[in-house]
């Protein structure tokens, strides 16, 4: 189940940055007036991390390499087949219950567009580069959601 990491770095008057975290995914989202503004899904934290990132001006894009096995997100879905036959998607739906609802739906849909448009899942970067107010501070500490701002 996603925890929320307490007291990030907030930059903008304007919006609200929040940071949930498990053991296989950190979810990064901005907030601007109550609705999903941006966000960053990484997931495969320990494992060649690779993150689905979506800004509502700029669109998708998928940072981390891919790989032959197809597990990048979106990759297991046929043409026409449910959203949950990817087992990335399946296991954020699943980590995702503690969410706030009008995230979790929003953040649904927006996996659901992205599955849905580009199972191939073309990365931008090869590695996943996080922002500085996205690295844990404090080591394992923070990953227990006992986090702090960098």
């Not at 925890?3 to 950190?26: G, N």
């Not at 197809?70 to 998607?89: E, S």
């Not at 927006?110 to 073309?122: F, I, K, N, P, V």
């Amino acid at each position: 189940m996603l925890r929320e990491i307490l007291d990030v770095a907030q930059d903008d008057p304007s919006s609200q940055r929040r940071w949930f975290h498990d053991d296989y995914f950190d979810l990064f989202l901005r907030l601007a007036s109550g609705e999903l503004a941006e966000f960053a899904l990484c997931y495969g934290i320990d494992s060649g991390e690779r993150a689905l990132v979506w800004n509502r001006e700029r669109g998708y894009f998928h940072d981390g390499g891919t790989s032959d096995s197809g597990d990048f997100i979106g990759a297991r879905i046929a043409p026409g087949g449910p959203l949950h036959a990817d087992p990335i998607i399946a296991r954020f739906e699943q980590a995702a219950g503690g969410l706030p609802e009008t995230v979790r739906v929003a953040l649904m849909a927006r996996l659901r567009e992205y599955a849905l448009q580009d199972a191939d899942g073309s990365a931008r970067r090869s590695r996943f580069r996080r922002a500085e107010w996205q690295q844990a501070v404090g080591g394992a500490k923070s990953r227990q959601g006992r986090g702090r701002s960098p």
